[in-house]
């Protein structure tokens, strides 16, 4: 067996939904970015979940590249990992209808996002969104995953893919890897700036809750000075400053500095000058993802021999597992 092979497995997705925020970035971007080196890493734009919720065709076509443009931008590379769209390796969508048969409707019932989501499109409560984790569990299982990256809101389908893989190992022998979650040294939860206590999302209908990675500075700087904070004035983390505990985080996470080197900076500062500081660090930081973006998205072939490539590597390193599935549960071969 080669070094390469020794390597453990990681699987992560992210859905081309929208212009990816700071959220993601600091969250999940900057994380993957430094696990190239470490592991074999499968990086998948997630269309397949992205159409449990309504989308417009010629918007989500774009948003699918733009998305790949983004990875690529913010230093994914396609020399060290597997980069590709779901919807090319149509393995993902043939475990998913198997791996349904192995899960149960109580499970899914109780599943959190399911519940908020249905609340959230009360008009369209599809049977895709009820499965979507079922589809999660086979994006993960295909590729031997070891372990996984995933924020708190994604634990309770990691623990369901965990479930289904040691239920169907539980039957039919040692078919799937059963996935364990990869807790970051340091992570950032960044919040959303108009509501601290809420998730940053890139689908929030209120375009000042978040700061995306193609955010000009002066935007940038102006959605910083927009932030909900508190009615207090020293910058300190404590525990009910939502607000500031999210820009300390964010500062945190883009300054390299700590919490009390932070607080230390600020003495004696108000409020004002913390979030034009925040908002300068960041869009210096932000600057090059952006002008990379711009460089690689007028890049159409680039582009499509990356997403070409991707999707027939994914294609290769899932299909024994496909293979080794059917067979167990019966199909025939001919
Ligand atoms: N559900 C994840 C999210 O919304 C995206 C995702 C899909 C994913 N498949 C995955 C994440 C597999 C990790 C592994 O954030």
């Given at each position: 067996m080669s070094q390469n092979e020794r390597k453990k497995i990681i699987f992560s997705g992210i859905q081309p939904t929208g212009v990816f925020t700071l959220g993601n970035y600091l969250g999940a971007i900057k994380n993957w970015r430094e696990l190239q080196d470490d592991y074999n890493c499968i990086f998948s734009v997630v269309d397949l979940h992205a159409i449990t919720v309504r989308q417009d065709s010629a918007e989500l076509r774009k948003r699918i590249l733009d998305s790949v443009a983004l990875l690529l931008a913010c230093g994914i590379d396609p020399e060290k990992s597997i980069l590709f769209v779901q919807?090319?390796?149509?393995?993902?969508?043939?475990?998913s209808w198997v791996l349904s048969c192995y899960t149960q409707f109580g499970?899914?019932?109780r599943m959190t996002?399911?519940?908020d989501k249905s609340a959230k499109h009360a008009d369209n409560i599809n049977a895709g969104l009820f499965t979507y984790p079922v589809l999660m569990a086979a994006d993960i299982l295909l590729y031997k995953t070891d372990m996984v990256p995933?924020?708190?809101?994604?634990?309770?389908?990691?623990?369901?893919a965990r479930n289904i893989a040691e239920r169907f190992n539980n039957i039919y022998g040692n078919v799937f890897t059963v996935p364990e979650p990869y807790i970051p040294k340091v992570s950032a939860k960044i919040m959303s700036l108009s509501d601290p206590t809420k998730k940053m999302s890139k689908s929030d209908d209120?375009?000042?809750?978040?700061?995306t990675l193609l955010d000009d500075k002066d935007t940038i700087i102006r959605k910083f000075k927009r932030a909900v904070t508190d009615s207090d004035t020293t910058v300190c983390y404590k525990e009910g400053k939502d607000g500031i505990n999210n820009l300390?985080?964010?500062y945190s996470a883009v300054s390299g500095k700590s919490f009390s080197e932070i607080e230390k900076e600020f003495e004696g500062k108000g409020y004002g000058d913390f979030k034009l500081a925040v908002g300068e660090c960041v869009a210096d930081n932000l600057a090059p993802i952006r002008e990379e973006f711009i460089k690689l998205s007028s890049d159409k072939a680039y582009l499509t021999e990356i997403c070409k490539n991707g999707a027939e590597m994914a294609q290769r390193f899932s299909k024994r597992t496909?293979?080794?599935?059917?067979?167990?549960?019966?199909?025939?071969?001919f």
């Open positions: 919807s090319q390796n149509p393995a993902h969508a043939e475990l499970e899914l019932s996002q399911f519940k995933v924020g708190i809101d994604q634990k309770q389908h990691l623990e369901l209120n375009q000042n809750a978040y700061i300390m985080s964010i496909l293979e080794k599935v059917y067979h167990k549960v019966g199909f025939a071969k």
